[in-house]
């Protein structure tokens, strides 16, 4: 994962993901989260901060509890990482920390598989900026993953017009399609006889 700043992540995280429907069911919710985890918190929360006394500048994150929140999320600990980023979000400064912890604790909640929470945050977050295509992701996932799927083709629509192309947005359409028009191994028997009763071989 790329570094930025000294404490900066790309905004980008890639993990593996299987080429086949059959192989995303197996993925499960946990790693979409981890993929599309809206926004890291470290790129949209640091501060410089200038040393008139030696005119350096300190880079750090100005909500420790959103980082520390977002740091726990991707680590897997999604309990710890709801709960750090609930702290931060009461402590929250204007409308980029406000939309980082709201997208964060739609992503935490999800990995919970605490979908009505999740669906509380990621519809506040989307009622503040509608144009967050990875919010309309997250979204669409709930919504798989409680079977509303009519709703959940509207959320990667409108995810999708945002940002053509994203990654995310594949793996969240491949598990709809999964979802919707499963893909079911075809199995051939073979009904050949032993022997046929001609004396021939068998076809």
């Given at each position: 994962m790329p570094m930025v700043s000294p404490i900066i992540h790309s905004t980008e995280?890639?993990?593996?993901?299987?080429?086949?429907?059959?192989a995303l069911r197996r993925i499960g919710c946990v790693v979409i989260v981890a993929l599309l985890l809206p926004?890291?918190?470290?790129?949209?929360?640091?501060?410089?901060?200038?040393?008139?006394?030696?005119?350096?500048?300190?880079?750090?994150?100005?909500?420790?509890?959103?980082?520390?929140?977002a740091q726990a999320l991707l680590?897997?600990?999604?309990?710890?990482?709801?709960?750090l980023t609930l702290r931060g979000l009461k402590v929250a400064q204007g409308a980029r920390e406000h939309e980082t912890g709201l997208s964060n604790l739609c992503?935490?909640?999800?990995?919970?598989a605490q979908y009505k929470s999740a669906l509380l945050y990621c519809d506040m977050l989307l009622?503040?900026?509608?144009?967050?295509?990875?919010?309309?992701?997250?979204?669409?996932?709930?919504?798989?993953?409680?079977?509303?799927?009519?709703?959940?083709?509207?959320?990667?629509a409108r995810g999708e017009a945002l940002r053509p192309g994203a990654h995310t947005l594949k793996v969240a359409r491949a598990m709809y399609l999964d979802a919707v028009s499963p893909v079911f191994p075809?199995?051939?028997?073979?009904?050949?006889?032993?022997q046929a009763s001609d004396g021939s071989e068998p076809r």
């Open positions: 995280r890639l993990a593996p993901v299987h080429r086949t429907r059959s926004s890291m918190v470290a790129a949209q929360t640091a501060r410089g901060i200038k040393n008139d006394a030696n005119n350096t500048v300190v880079i750090g994150p100005s909500n420790l509890p959103l980082f520390e929140g680590a897997g600990h999604a309990e710890e990482g709801v709960r992503a935490g909640y999800l990995m919970l009622a503040r900026n509608d144009k967050n295509w990875r919010a309309y992701n997250n979204r669409a996932v709930i919504y798989i993953k409680t079977s509303q799927y009519d709703m959940a083709e509207r959320d990667l075809e199995i051939e028997v073979d009904d050949r006889q032993s």
